[in-house]
């Protein structure tokens, strides 16, 4: 059933204000896409672990090891590659109205090591309080 336009202008007054509010919790639950080769990953991947099923049957039917093993790695392989995911992180920043931008490019600037940067959130906390 489709919202009515009250509904649809308060549900987007809702999206804006947890956007401004806290765009990277927005960001992550806004989820993953599915892309248009994860189908294609499932077949090639289902495909390389039957391969390997039948190396490895073979291999130990005819009491070569070396050929069960290879088959089982296959399997392995096809195993790995049928559940990855292409997507390797975030791939931008999410403003306030809900576009990405690029993250930044260039030397990531040095803050001290882990304990200096406890302390300064913790002045920052106590500063603000």
């Not at 490019?105 to 002045?123: H, L, P, V, Y």
Request: proline share 3%; charged share 20%; glycine share 14%.
């Amino acid at each position: 059933m489709p919202l009515s336009d009250n509904e649809q202008k308060l549900l987007e007054q809702m999206e804006r204000a947890l956007y401004a509010e806290d765009p990277k919790f927005a960001s992550a639950m806004r989820g993953a896409n599915r892309r248009h080769g994860a189908g294609r990953r499932l077949v090639l991947g289902g495909v390389a672990i039957v391969a390997g099923l039948v190396v490895l049957v073979l291999g130990v039917s005819n009491q070569q090891i070396l050929v069960g093993v290879l088959g089982f790695v296959c399997m392995l392989g096809g195993t790995a590659y049928a559940v990855s995911s292409q997507r390797k992180g975030p791939l931008g920043v999410v403003n306030q109205n809900g576009t990405t931008r690029a993250p930044a490019k260039g030397k990531a600037r040095s803050r001290g090591n882990f304990m200096q940067r406890i302390e300064q959130r913790w002045d920052r906390r106590r500063d603000g309080q």
